[in-house]
């Protein structure tokens, strides 16, 4: 039997996700046929404003709304103006926030180095960290991209940039996650935990 | 940090949809942002077309397009109008045409009986079912609810309504399913399969 054109757009439309597959995708769809009235429409409207009301700040490039140059992180006088946390995405900018352990500025750069998939210098915010640190007031730059080989050959390509420019390049600590498992942690971990071991004082 | 609004709200309105929880929600968002500009346009779409352009065929109740009385089962003239398999949703309805083992017609209840919930036969499109074998022509009612509480109730319910009218009243066969491991099978899949033995020929 062919679904009906309408329900199986939707189908479609929601396998484009990722994480949801052709039977997830068909589930939610019929999920909303079922669901309350205003959950549809809620989220049509929702996925609408997305699109048309959410930019980029043009300090950080971290998200914020249409009509606004800067966003709230970059606007606010009570953070620290010299230090920038430097993070792949828009989520990892909220992962930092939600610890209210950071009190610096971001740069969301917007992917990483990638050479297999051709990604260069010129195709993320690399060029406009640089200028940033250029133009001076930045005293730290925190190298927060993720652990993984693409994560850490970006925060090499960085580290080399800015140490000529005289800031302190600092990069996240590595070591076992709290509430890890010793026995359970895999060898590279464990052994970055290993060299990175602290004095107890 | 608050995200901005039309943020929040989409990952709110992805966070109603079962099996997404907030940080699926946001990481659907955060893609969303990110994807191509026709996915979240697609989408939008989707869903409104979802609404408007979608109904219940008005015999069988399953879902047809809005503008025609009938759905293209109903329809057929090329399907066995003697037999109707009465299952509870739409989408059990796409999972025994996918089989392309069944030729009759649907019922689709939209539910089961549930006293716990308050769920009584006016509740489902039950009297619609017993409409029909009374407009005769049936000499066969499948019923094909889901082997939980809920879908035994509601066939034994059905069942009881519909043996007096002089119809075949069958149930869908229950036993291992196929590729399954009698190890893992549990003790009621184990105790009907071994009630509903069948001789080898």
New interface residues.
């Given amino acids: ?7 199986q ?2 189908i ?3 396998a ?4 949801v597959g052709p039977k ?1 995708a ?10 309350p ?1 205003d ?13 048309s ?2 930019t980029y700040c043009q300090v950080c490039f971290n ?3 249409v009509g606004k140059e800067e966003c ?2 970059c606007e606010s006088k009570d953070r620290q103006a010299d230090v920038i946390c430097v993070v792949e ?3 990892d ?2 992962a930092l ?1 939600r610890t209210e352990g950071y009190q610096g500025k971001y740069h969301v750069l ?1 992917g990483t180095l990638s050479p297999i998939e051709g990604i260069g210098p010129e195709d993320i915010k690399l060029r406009e960290l640089i200028a940033r640190v250029d133009q001076g007031g930045v005293t730290e730059v925190i190298l927060a991209t993720n652990p993984s080989m693409e994560g850490d050959a970006t925060a090499m390509y960085l580290q080399q940039q800015l140490l000529p420019k005289g800031v302190q390049v600092t990069r996240l600590a590595r070591g076992l996650p709290v509430g890890g498992d010793l026995e359970y942690a895999d060898q590279s971990t464990l052994l970055r935990a290993l060299a990175g071991r602290q004095m107890m004082k």
């Fill in positions: 039997m062919l679904l009906p054109g309408p329900i757009n939707m479609t439309a929601f484009r996700l990722p994480g997830t068909s589930r939610l769809t019929f999920f909303l046929l079922k669901a009235d959950l549809a429409d809620e989220m049509a409207a929702s996925l609408t404003a997305l699109r009301k959410i998200i914020t709304e709230e992180i995405d828009p989520l900018v909220l926030e917007h």
